[in-house]
């Protein structure tokens, strides 16, 4: 959904995708796995996509329906385990960053499962 949504952004603002890419500083064939929810952006990549958007990320997570917690509402729990795979030496770095991924791609998707039953219980 997030990705169907910033390349919606992209063609609302008649950019390229070459162009956005260039402008974000990633590869063409990136952005367009992103696009096609093949791959999930890291938190400074979107940032870079929703300024070349002229948006923010908060607004890209938002309307994809991702509920991002507030710092303080993050338990010592998801961060430690995070800490965690970011100090596991027997993993490469690029191992590191895709669990932390697929870990928070997990989190946001039950978080919006939770927000849509939520939703229909009203």
């Known amino acids: 959904m997030l990705g169907a949504l910033i390349r919606a952004q992209r063609e609302l603002a008649a950019l390229p995708m070459r162009q956005l890419a260039a402008a974000v500083g990633i590869s063409n064939p990136y952005l367009s796995q992103i696009e096609r929810g093949l791959r999930a952006p890291s938190d400074s990549v979107l940032e870079a996509i929703a300024e070349s958007l002229e948006t923010s990320a908060d607004h890209l997570y938002a309307e994809a329906g991702f509920v991002r917690p507030s710092s ?15 100090a596991a030496a027997e993993l490469t770095a690029a191992q590191r960053r895709a669990l932390i991924e697929i870990y928070r791609g997990f989190v946001d998707a039950n978080a919006v499962r939770r927000a849509r039953g939520s939703r229909r219980e009203r």
Do not use: F, H, V
């Open 72 to 86: 303080d509402q993050e338990s010592a729990g998801p961060a430690r385990l995070e800490t965690e795979i970011g």
